[in-house]
């Protein structure tokens, strides 16, 4: 549960539980008419690490690596489009089911080329190897374009979801499914933004180490969000987090990101130096969906709203999506 890896493309110090990463509450998110419209094709977009992609046609035959995409490509009506994903994949389940070109650690270039598809999504910031994107795009004979995405925010997950919408012709679904989640983002967060705001660990994973949300990571905007101070690292890259610095951030309460991989509240209570903080003496040790939580796709709406309700179980919020 500690090798790199995280959302559609993850800072390398992140565990690889951490499958994924909002603009803060106070800046919002552009609205739909701020965001031009791409001209039909042929048409250049440019992508999150600004690399320019061409796309001559609408693509009919998508390879997505990572979960994030695929669920968004389902999301926008294109599924019936997408030829292969990861063996990570697990939403939705017609994805599982596709054939798997890539793993958390490598991309199958070769079976990639044999697919012949017309647009390859990579996540960027070292989820997908570098090398293995420039080995598809200097194949020759091919010249596969490669959009590489990496959401840092909310507001990057939204601009996503449109970048995708324009490069595979389903603009206008896109724009009513960012919206649709900017609206419902929008409103979690004004039902928790009278709350008293409890200092929240969000535990990645402590199998070894203990990783929490970086400084003004995706994690710690959804913990903000969702109406809680969140207990971060102190460092804007670095997802690891000493045990005296958490007993001295005192959490009122401790989400277990983690819980999808057997991590309870009793086992949080146990463990050595755990047991002077506020949370473990409330018993405010609380499981969410962290995949739901994390990763940017369509559904951290859910998360969002299963994070808020962990934080504050007794909050009137609007009702799951």
């Known amino acids: ?57 609408r693509p ?29 994949d697990d939403y939705p389940p017609e994805a599982v089911a596709l054939p798997d070109v890539a793993t958390f650690a490598s991309v199958d270039v070769e079976k990639i080329v044999g697919l012949e598809p017309d647009l390859v999504i990579a996540g960027g910031n070292n989820f997908n190897p570098p090398e293995a994107l420039e080995q598809l795009r200097s194949i020759s004979s091919r010249r596969i374009p490669v ?32 919206d649709g989640m900017r609206s419902r983002i929008e409103a979690i967060a004004a039902a928790t933004a009278s709350l008293a705001r409890p200092r929240t660990f969000y535990e990645l994973d402590a199998t070894r180490e203990i990783y929490g949300p970086a400084d003004d990571s995706f994690v710690a905007e959804m913990v903000r969000l969702a109406g809680g101070d969140p207990v971060t ?27 999808n991989y057997g991590v309870s509240a009793t086992d ?25 939580v994390t990763r940017p796709a369509p559904r951290p709406v859910h998360g969002l709203r299963a994070l808020a309700m962990a934080i504050h179980p007794d909050a009137a919020l609007p009702p799951a999506p």
Not at 63 to 80: N, Q, R
């Open 60 to 88: 009919e035959r998508i390879v997505s690596l990572t979960p994030a995409t695929t669920e968004i490509l389902f999301a926008l009506g294109a599924g019936d489009r997408v030829v292969a994903t990861t063996d990570f």
């Open 147 to 178: 959009l590489v995405v990496y959401a840092e925010d909310v507001a990057g997950v939204l601009a996503d979801i449109r970048l995708l919408g324009a490069a595979i012709g389903e603009g206008a679904a896109a724009a009513r499914l960012a």
């Open 268 to 292: 949080v209570a146990a463990r050595p130096g755990w047991g002077d903080m506020a949370a473990v003496k409330a018993g405010a040790i609380r499981p969410v969906d962290d995949i739901v």
């Open 1 to 57: 549960m500690t090798a790199a890896g995280c959302s559609a493309g993850g800072a390398p110090t992140v565990p690889a539980d951490a499958t994924g990463s909002v603009v803060p509450a106070s800046t919002g998110t552009p609205p739909a008419s701020e965001v031009p419209t791409p001209a039909p094709y042929p048409l250049t977009l440019t992508d999150d690490e600004g690399g320019l992609v061409a796309l001559d046609a």
């Open 233 to 259: 690292t102190g460092s804007p890259t670095v997802f690891s987090i000493s045990l005296e610095r958490l007993v001295g951030a005192d959490p009122e309460v401790i989400v277990l990101g983690d819980a």
